[in-house]
């Protein structure tokens, strides 16, 4: 084992990670570099720390100074396994959001690193990833340590907490191992059923994922956990803050006992780890098959009055990179997490009684900003999601609106599936009159075809096809303005409605027709500004 | 700034082979992109049978068949659904589409493997499936970029002999490459760039004669051309 190849290694990859995430040339020299990660982590550690002194000892009154003393050693010792739980969260999403073009490991295969070497610098460049997490925890817990001289249980927090940081990466090095080899041989034998149970898997983790970052979730769950931590002695993920526990109850026994313990889980998670890369060390292509029937074109459809062959090629294209590339579900699963969320925050966890539901002035938002959101995100990534690929379409026999039409319907089914999920889920739970749901459903629909428009319009204006860790497919800048814009115009479209239930609720429906208009009248303008820019775009190629 | 093309104009007549030769850089790839109108000139046209690039981008894209340097495809795409993409977004006739790609998948040997994600497609394959994308629409011109890249022997003499075939029936095609055998063996005009401008052209034979000895072959002619003929002194110093 050579420590500086895998000192040189955990940097390489350290870098490759956080400059996939920053684009701009500042942020990209600062997160890029590991020196400088490392000396912010201190930083904040020492910042957040002094803030939270400063606000515990002369702001906070002596009563709630008295609570936080009190949950103090357990906030020390809940930082470990909430380490852990969130490193693991957050390395699932990061390999879920991941194109499979991005994680080729063929540059490390050529070189001459054995799998332990390897799994060692990728822990390392992992935890110094989400080193950021250590500081956050840490830091707010050291000005209160410092106050109620709890110090060296806090420094045994620090060092249980790089424990649990390091698990955590362990797990997530297995999962991309196994993620590797094992998944490609189930896709391999299951074909098109596969590809299905993927999307249908990643969609299911990312609304779990979400549900549990929930804030009404995540107060449910750290209740029971530091309840039960103790009673739960024998979950490995648990020893390093019973370590901690032991430091705050000076019992040096337990001590050495669930620290030993945890050291052996770490070790016993890393040999798992090196004999998983190991045995999955060469990634191979997925040689999907995904029918054995010959080939049989299609008859010319008759559909020619929505789209012509082409446009349907490209449509169909669409729906296919949606359902088929993971990096493409997290945009698929983003209506069912909102429905799931919104569902979750209007049913009480104890199931005792509904909310009062919010009067219909306050569902109007509650019920449009999901849907321009989701509409702007999926038609403002449509273009820069073709990724290098592009090409193809720059050179194929296209205008501005064969390129931007099936887009347009893709997002527009999307949207209007989402629409319909939504109002049921609220009137469901908020019991809207009949009456107020078609006006909910005919502000939905103007607010699809608006934001579907519109995001096409910053889609083809700010591109951005660069094919990286996590693709953004819009750049920063158009995303920001994008969104804003969306937000605003759906605001402006809804007001004659939100007026007309402050000023004459009896004219709601009627007010609903000129919401209705105005939504037509956005959607025409953007589709039309989409066109022109979509016409500069097709002019040079940007990859 | 930078000048990627600076004062290039060329032909290329019906039926011939024109290709293009030039270190890394020299602004091939470029000259092609313009050609089929997917990048701008600053300045100048291209016209493509008396079809303007820049004014029917459209009109001249029906006629170009391309493959690109390392072409990225649609991965998540079958070999066969891709194809059935490009025909369509070129409209081809359902029954044309069909005898197309089952031919060309038949004479490139991806026959078996259609229903494939492209994913798991070797380099090779990939480059294949490029090629027979640019020739499903039956174009009235190829440009093709490095187009024998990662081919295998036996798809390199095929694509080759089709390129003379397409020639002999017409079709015009200008090709780019970085092996000099190659150019010497299939076009019949080259065009040797660097730095963004034509230094020499004509056939092989008018090149070799430039290079001024007896027995020159076209890769004396390149390097005493684009100053890279000091190769010796490079190698020495590697080999220490």
Known sequence: MKPRAIYKLAVVLTKSQLRGYQRSRLTSRIFGDPKIVLALDIALIAGLGALSHVVVSTILPDTVQRSVREIEVEALAGIPAALTFAVILFGVVAEISQSIQSMSTDLVNWLPISPIEYVSGSILSLSYTYSFMLSFFLGLALGPAILFGMVAVWLGAGFMAILSLLIGACVIEMLRA????????????????????????????????????????????????????????????????????????????????????????????????????????????????????AYRPLARHNLSPIMDTAELAIFRKDLRSLTRRREMARYLAIPFVVMASLGISLVPLSGSSLPEGPGFFATIPLYLIPIATICGIISMTSIGQEGYAVWQLYTAPLNARQLLKPKLLVT???????????????????????????????????????????????????????????????????????????????????????????????????????????????????????????????????? | MIRALNGVSLSVNEGEVLGLLGPNGSGKSTLMKIVVGILKPDRGDV??????????????????????????????????????????????????????????????????????????????????????????????????????????????????????????????????????????????????????????????????????????????????????????????????
């Not at chain 1, 993620?179 to 983790?205: M, P, Q």
């Not at chain 1, 009673?231 to 030993?260: D, E």
């Not at chain 1, 105005?518 to 500069?536: C, D, E, H, M, P």
């Not at chain 2, 795409?77 to 031919?103: C, M, N, Q, S, W």
């Open chain 1, 178 to 293: 196994i993620t590797n080899r094992i998944t490609s041989s189930f896709y391999r034998k299951s074909g098109r059923s596969g590809i299905f149970a993927r999307l249908l898997i990643t969609i299911v983790v990312l609304v779990f994922i979400q549900l549990l970052f929930s804030g009404r979730i995540i107060v449910f769950l750290l209740q029971s956990v530091i309840q039960t931590a103790k009673a739960a002695w024998f979950v490995p993920a648990v020893w390093p803050s019973l370590a901690v526990l032991s430091v705050s109850q000076g019992s040096i026994a337990g001590l050495l006992l669930f620290g030993s313990l945890s050291i052996v889980f770490l070790l016993v998670l890393f040999g798992l780890a090196v004999n998983f890369r190991d045995r999955f060390w060469v990634p191979v292509p997925i040689s999907v098959k995904l029918t054995a029937q």
């Open chain 1, 412 to 543: 527009m089914l999307i949207g209007i599936g989402f629409t319909v999920g939504l109002a049921v889920v609220l009137g469901l739970f908020l019991k809207i009159v009949v009456d107020h749901f078609l006006v909910l459903f005919i502000l939905g629909m103007a607010v699809v075809l608006e934001e579907s428009a519109l995001g096409l319009y910053f889609g083809a204006r700010f591109p951005d096809f660069r094919e990286t860790i996590r693709s953004r497919y819009v750049t920063i800048w158009g995303s920001l303005i994008g969104m804003l814009l969306g937000i605003v115009l759906t605001i402006l479209t809804a007001s004659p409605v939100l007026l007309s239930i402050l000023v004459r609720p009896s004219a709601t429906s009627q007010s609903a027709v000129i919401a209705f208009a105005i939504g037509l009248i956005v959607f025409s303008t953007s589709w039309k500004l989409a066109q022109r820019q979509a016409k500069r775009l097709l002019e040079n190629i940007r990859i």
């Open chain 2, 47 to 240: 016209e493509v049978f008396g079809t303007s690039v820049a004014k029917n981008p459209q009109t001249v894209k029906r006629m170009v068949g391309f493959v690109p340097e390392s072409p990225r495809l649609y991965e998540f795409l079958t070999g066969i659904e891709y194809l059935d993409f490009v025909a369509d977004v070129h409209d081809l006739d359902p029954a044309a589409k069909h005898e197309r790609i089952t031919e060309f998948l038949r004479a490139l040997d991806l026959e078996g493997r259609e229903s494939e994600l492209i994913h798991g497609y070797s380099q090779g394959m990939k480059q294949k499936l490029a090629i027979i994308a640019a020739l499903l629409h039956r174009p009235k011109i190829l440009v093709l970029d490095e187009p024998l890249n990662a081919l295998d022997p036996r798809s390199a003499r095929i694509v080759k002999d089709l390129i003379h075939k397409l020639r002999d029936d017409g079709i015009p095609t200008v090709f780019s490459t970085h092996v000099l055998e190659i150019a010497d063996a299939i076009c019949d005009r080259i065009v040797i760039m660097y730095e963004g401008k034509v230094l020499e052209e004509g056939t092989s034979e008018q090149l070799k004669s430039k290079a001024g000895s007896q027995g020159s072959t076209l890769e004396d002619v390149f390097l005493k051309l684009t100053g890279t003929s000091d190769v010796r002194e490079i190698v020495e110093a590697l080999s220490r």
